[in-house]
């Protein structure tokens, strides 16, 4: 069984960054498809970033441009750099592991495994 856990998050400025990351339990994962998502107070959870089994990274146009999500195989960890923070980007952050994903954009699918998440919070 997949086990996940982020750290990383925290109180920024609008403008700054963050690097969020996700420990994953066994190196076997690594080659799975991983998500970050987040979700706001009273919203919908939504995709940042995901990258799928042939390490294809996709964002939506939320984030585009500003989040990259990278993978360090060696020592099991999942990433996601934060850059050019807003107020809009304040949530729970999760990372999330599946079995099977390619083609990209494996953020819009449903994904099994989850951790259990980091706060972050963009304010002045």
């Known amino acids: 069984q997949v086990q996940l856990v982020e750290s990383g998050g925290g109180s920024v400025q609008p403008g700054g960054s963050l690097r969020l990351s996700c420990r994953v339990s066994?190196?076997?994962?690594?080659?799975?498809?991983m998500a970050w998502f987040r979700q706001a107070a009273g919203k919908k959870r939504e995709g940042v970033a995901s990258?799928?089994?042939?390490?294809?990274?996709t964002y939506p146009d939320s984030v585009k441009g500003r989040f990259t999500i990278s993978k360090d195989n060696k020592n099991n960890i999942l990433y996601l750099q934060m850059n050019n923070l807003k107020p809009e980007d304040t949530a729970m952050y999760y990372c999330?592991?599946?079995?099977?994903?390619?083609?990209?954009?494996?953020?819009?699918?449903?994904?099994?495994?989850w951790g259990q998440g980091t706060q972050v919070t963009v304010s002045s």
């Open positions: 999330a592991a599946e079995r099977w994903c390619s083609g990209g954009h494996c953020y819009e699918i449903d994904f099994t495994h």
């Open positions: 990258i799928d089994n042939d390490d294809v990274a």
């Open positions: 066994g190196h076997t994962y690594m080659s799975w498809a």
